[in-house]
């Protein structure tokens, strides 16, 4: 199994509300990562998670709240969202994190009203 | 890290092969080439990398030039499926800290037509 799934597919969200995204894998990878990506730019990394632990933050607004629950699962809690985070949020795994051959999956696009 | 080059787009017709082209002047002898692919509305996709040697799997080939200023990636027999934008990645192959990390240029969107 080389999949990675994420949760929901689309997901459209007032400014007030509170939701989650979710990503799994079953590939016993130990490296996690989120990315955003605006229409028509290359993705642009978020958060690394390294052995269920948070290794880099890239300078993300805390309105955005990563978990890693176990190796398994990555979170993303939304929370207090602005327009201007309509993207789509890419979640990543690689087998450790210093291989650069991550597994991508296709996304949740979201839309904040 | 080194910065790439890319073509914005390129064209090529279906069962040829399409050479995309990834400029690293400023690349360092521990630096790696990779290659990932993004298809519309799918996350993007590990292809290849390399250090200095040719390589080649069952997806393309990636001839570095011997300077290691450049690279192309080929793919022998492009087909419809084959559209995408290409990213021309150059990294250090090191431990820890942010340089295990992915930095996306803008690719080459490249068109594969009938």
């Known amino acids: 199994d080389t999949e990675v799934t994420q949760t929901p597919k689309h997901l459209v969200m007032g400014m007030t509300n509170k939701k989650s995204l979710k990503c799994e894998q079953h590939m016993g990878h130990r490296a996690m990562y989120w990315y955003k990506q605006k229409a028509k730019k290359p993705p642009e990394l978020m958060f690394v998670y390294s052995y269920e632990k948070l290794s880099i933050n890239e300078s993300v607004p805390s309105r955005f709240s990563p978990e890693c629950p176990n190796s398994s699962l990555l979170n993303l809690h939304l929370h207090a969202l602005q327009p201007e985070d309509s993207a789509l949020y890419l979640c990543a795994s690689s087998q450790d994190p210093v291989s650069y051959e991550q597994y991508f999956g296709p996304g949740t696009r979201l839309t904040v009203t | 890290d080194a910065k790439t080059t890319q073509p914005t787009s390129m064209d090529c017709a279906e069962g040829r092969a399409a050479n995309l082209p990834c400029n690293h002047s400023t690349i360092s002898g521990n630096e790696y080439v990779y290659w990932y692919r993004q298809i519309h509305s799918q996350g993007p996709q590990y292809i290849i990398h390399?250090?200095?040697n040719n390589e080649t799997n069952e997806m393309a080939s990636l001839i570095i030039t011997e300077d290691r200023k450049s690279s192309t990636l080929i793919l022998p027999h492009a087909t419809l499926r084959d559209t995408a934008v290409y990213y021309c990645?150059?990294?250090?192959?090191?431990?820890?800290?942010?340089?295990?990390?992915?930095?996306f240029g803008k690719g080459t969107k490249l068109s594969v037509k009938p």
């Open positions: 390399g250090l200095k």
């Open positions: 990645i150059v990294r250090v192959a090191n431990y820890g800290g942010s340089q295990g990390n992915l930095i």
